[in-house]
């Protein structure tokens, strides 16, 4: 039976895929601050199910998801969903310490304690949802834009790292943009909203068939194609209203 680790499953996109990944036959370690709600998932899906609360800030994280993997035995699929983000254009310092903390700090911790399980249990695939809000700075968003463009180039230096060592370890980057979730809760009103499913959806086929990066869905390509065109001394002078 293949087996998938998702971190950030309490909610959102990441218990979404649970769902999905459950419904073609995974057996699943399924982690997040919110035990209750992992136990929902887990009360659903008997026998299918390991559960661990893991805050991915916290010193024993990756002690934790080892303890996961091992419960599980064994790991064939990493997700990462786990992330906070902000509009901060008050430049509150809480805010942006805390976003570094989740999104740069415990992710660098969880995805390079993943990757050394792999590369010492004949790899396998880890599958990242990030954002194209990485495509660019955002000053709505200073520090979620700029750790999610950390993100996108850390799993793509830990895929050449695999590469040069032949590790078998394959990255997917899923780059999605407003998504219907409990992260935008609150933040006003949000262009091309996503349905959380459908996201799920696509990002699995993406995983399924070893996309490097996606972008989700096509209107949001189209848009990153033409964000990428924008000189920076333009777009240093633009006004936005909404990060991503």
């Known amino acids: 039976m293949k087996r998938a680790v998702v971190i950030g499953a309490s909610s959102g996109i990441g218990r979404e895929v649970c769902k999905l990944l459950v419904a073609d036959g995974w057996r699943l370690g399924i982690a997040a601050r919110r035990e209750d709600l992992l136990l929902e998932l887990k009360a659903q899906n008997p026998g299918m199910i390991e559960v661990l609360r893991i805050d991915v800030t916290s010193p024993e994280a990756a002690e934790r998801l080892l303890a996961l993997a091992k419960a599980l035995g064994g790991v064939d699929l990493f997700v990462y969903c786990s992330g906070v983000g902000k509009q901060n254009a008050g430049l509150d310092r809480g805010v942006e310490l805390a976003t570094v903390d989740v999104n740069v700090k415990g992710f660098t911790a969880m995805i390079d304690t993943m990757f050394n399980y792999m590369a010492g249990h004949n790899g396998g695939d ?15 968003a200073p520090s979620y834009s700029a750790t999610k463009a950390y993100q996108n180039t850390y799993i793509q230096a830990l895929e050449q790292l ?17 998504v219907d979730t409990d992260l935008l809760a609150g933040g006003g009103r949000y262009p091309m909203l996503m349905d959380k499913t459908a996201v799920a ?24 194609f033409f964000l990428r065109l924008i000189p920076n001394w333009l777009w240093r002078n633009l006004k936005i209203s909404n990060g991503c």
Do not use: C, Q
Request: hydrophobic residues 45%; positive net charge.
């Open 126 to 140: 880890i599958a990242v949802i990030s954002s194209i809000a990485g495509t660019k700075g955002l000053g709505v």
């Open 162 to 178: 695999s590469n040069m060592r032949r590790l078998g370890i394959r990255f997917t980057d899923i780059r999605p943009g407003f």
């Open 201 to 224: 959806r696509e990002m699995l086929r993406a995983v399924y068939s070893h996309r490097h990066v996606r972008v989700i869905d096509w209107r949001y390509r189209w848009l990153v």
